[in-house]
T-cell receptor, first 114, second 113 residues
Framework: DSGVTQTPKHLITATGQRVTLRCSPRSGDLSVYWYQQSLDQGLQFLIQYYNGEERAKGNILERFSAQQFPDLHSELNLSSLELGDSALYFC?????????????FGQGTRLTVV | DQQVKQNSPSLSVQEGRISILNCDYTNSMFDYFLWYKKYPAEGPTFLISISSIKDKNEDGRFTVFLNKSAKHLSLHIVPSQPGDSAVYFCAASLQGGSEKLVFGKGTKLTVNP
């Protein structure tokens, strides 16, 4: 158990809908990262938050947004969903922005858009 | 443009033998490299890392080698065990401006009894 909790584990929704994925980081971790893993792809970095503020942005679509709350949990919002958004979405956390430290991953949320 | 490449999608070895997983990167500014292991239906789990100031790091059965001039790193598992069967991801990070981990696509290792 990495200590990072993601909910829900599975999500099935229709095209055009909006969903929210939730992540609770490890106790004491201030940084939260979101990654997307599509079929046969590596993990694509989406966005990072540190202590409530956006720290780095990757290949995140404009239809996607995220935030980190004062209690440090984070939510990833996906809207106007398309079939191609079907993927595993991972959250990871670390004590601080990566400076020779490793990030710990949650089990992921499997999103299926039908 | 893929900055971290794992050119072998899969690797099969016999139990007790050595497993060698390879990773190449293109960005010479990367200064920290990690290997993650992932079982089905689970998140990636950190395995071992190496800083660019080193060329080798060892942790039990796992050793990572870094060749900066070739922009290449490898993970050696000796001896391989059936429980090592998983997907292994190579990742790299860039200090001082970009704090994200850049991942390769992974290599699926199968260790046969």
């Amino acid at each position: 158990d990495s200590g990072v909790t993601q909910t829900p584990k599975h999500l099935i929704t229709a095209t055009g809908q909006r969903v929210t994925l939730r992540c609770s980081p490890r106790s004491g971790d201030l940084s939260v990262y979101w990654y997307q893993q599509s079929l046969d792809q590596g993990l694509q970095f989406l966005i990072q938050y540190y202590n409530g503020e956006e720290r780095a942005k990757g290949n995140i679509l404009e239809r996607f947004s995220a935030q980190q709350f004062p209690d440090l949990h984070s939510e990833l919002n996906l809207s106007s969903l398309e079939l191609g958004d079907s993927a595993l979405y991972f959250c990871a956390s670390s004590v601080e922005p990566l400076l020779y430290t490793e990030a710990f991953f949650g089990q992921g949320t499997r999103l299926t858009v039908v | 443009d893929q900055q971290v490449k794992q050119n072998s999608p899969s690797l099969s070895v016999q139990e007790g033998r050595i497993s060698i997983l390879n990773c190449d990167y293109t960005n010479s500014m990367f200064d920290y490299f990690l290997w993650y292991k992932k079982y089905p239906a689970e998140g990636p789990t950190f395995l071992i890392s190496i800083s660019s100031i080193k060329d080798k790091n060892e942790d039990g059965r796992f050793t990572v080698f870094l060749n900066k001039s070739a922009k290449h790193l490898s993970l050696h598992i000796v001896p391989s065990q059936p429980g090592d069967s998983a997907v292994y991801f190579c990742a790299a990070s860039l200090q001082g401006g970009s704090e994200k981990l850049v991942f390769g696509k992974g290599t699926k290792l199968t260790v046969n009894p």
